[in-house]
Each structure stands twice: as structure tokens, then as C-alpha cells.
């Protein structure tokens, strides 16, 4: 994936470079700590950006055992 622009953030990169914690950040954003939670492993921005204070994602990215594109499982349900 391409270098993101100077002005577009992700959350991890936010975290990692300001002395804010995960509750304010999501307070700021507008948004659920758990949302928050979920995009932290995002660091590429690939399903999520943050553009002048503004929280953007895309669909496609879920947890909860349905699809996680970032880390998926290493073995099917039924595996063993």
C-alpha cells in the first residue's frame, strides 16, 4: 500500500505520537472506544483514515469472529 499523505492520520500513528490516551481520542472523534479499538491494529490506514479530526472507514473490515481482514485466523472453526 501506498505512503499516506502528511495530513492523513490513522489512529495507531495518533496514539504512538501524542500524549492523548484511547478514551480521549475516541471522545474527540466522535466515536464508541470500541470502534476505536478495533481500527488500532490498523496501522496502513487501509480500512480507516482520520482527516482533520474526522474518523473515515470503509466497509469490509469486522471482528467478532465474522471476517478480519488484518489478522485472520490461522486455522477454520471446524480445524482442529
Known sequence: MKKLPEDVLT???????STINPTQL???????RATLR??????????????????YSRPGFYTNGRVDSI????SSPGER
Open 26 to 32: 475516541a471522545a474527540n472523534l466522535g466515536i464508541n
Open 38 to 55: 478495533k481500527y488500532m491494529a490498523d496501522g496502513s490506514g487501509e480500512y480507516h483514515v482520520v482527516i482533520d479530526g474526522r474518523f
Open 71 to 74: 489478522n485472520p485466523p490461522s
Open 11 to 17: 489512529i495507531p500513528h495518533i496514539l504512538n505520537n
